[in-house]
């Protein structure tokens, strides 16, 4: 099975600095990967996703995440942080042979600062 | 496009009870799915369907947690027996058919077993 890793459950930044939350995945074989935002008392919102092609993908909200294969990462990026960015993260990965089934980080909380 | 959506929202029962839960998935989605969020972590696979097809089910959902989707549109999941580990946010998504793709998720219903 899966394992997704997401180092650091809180992270804090103030408002227009760059927000980096980290996400490793475990398997050999590159699977398909996402990121979800949840706001409190709300369902997840797709970010964005990387099934296949750039490495580098652009998502909703100005994030962004980079696949890098050798580090087994995905990590999301925004250049400046806003107040509104304030939610918790999840990143999902899935097998490339059974891509209905999710696995998900524990969550990072971002925390934005005035 | 209405989104999926989940009812009810919240839900408090008695340990020993039985307790039952709707998902409507977005009308043009074939696959729908089951996950549960508990306090501090990310969602974890439960089950899912190809219309009205259970074609997988996670060793997580016990002999209690039943899952139907009559058909192939709107899904329930029913708790019998509840138990105190049970409390929990039940979360429901949909996705289209072919893939890899998104998962659409509900706002779920958090369910509270006292």
């Known amino acids: 099975a899966q394992s997704v890793t997401q180092l650091g459950s809180h992270v804090s930044v103030s408002e227009g600095a760059l927000v980096l939350l980290r996400c490793n995945y475990s398997?050999?074989?590159?699977?398909?990967l996402f990121w979800y935002v949840q706001y409190p008392n709300q369902g997840l919102q797709l970010l964005l996703k990387?099934?296949?092609?750039?490495?580098l993908v652009k998502g909703i909200n100005g994030f962004e995440a980079e696949f890098k294969k050798s580090e087994t990462s995905f990590h999301l990026t925004k250049p400046s942080a806003h107040m509104s960015d304030a939610a918790e993260y999840f990143c999902?990965?899935?097998?490339?042979?059974?891509?209905?089934?999710?696995?998900f980080g524990s969550g990072t909380k971002l925390n934005v600062k005035p | 496009d209405t989104g999926v959506s989940q009812n009810p929202r919240h839900k408090i029962t008695k340990r020993g009870q039985n307790v039952t839960f709707r998902c409507d998935p977005i009308?043009?989605?074939?696959?729908l799915y089951w996950y549960r969020q508990t306090l501090g972590q990310g969602p974890e696979f439960l089950t899912y369907?190809?219309?009205?097809?259970?074609?997988?089910k996670s060793r997580l959902l016990s002999d209690r947690f039943s899952a139907e989707r009559p058909k192939g549109s709107f899904s329930t999941l029913e708790i019998q027996r509840t138990e105190q580990g049970d409390s929990a946010m039940y979360l429901c998504?949909?996705?289209?058919?072919?893939?890899?793709?998104?998962?659409?998720f509900g706002p779920g219903t958090r369910l509270t077993v006292t």
């Open positions: 998504a949909s996705s289209a058919t072919g893939g890899p793709y998104e998962q659409y």
């Open positions: 398997s050999s074989v590159p699977p398909y």
């Open positions: 990387y099934t296949t092609g750039a490495t």
């Open positions: 999902a990965v899935s097998d490339r042979n059974n891509f209905n089934k999710f696995y």
């Open positions: 009308s043009e989605h074939n696959r």
């Open positions: 369907f190809q219309n009205e097809a259970q074609l997988e």
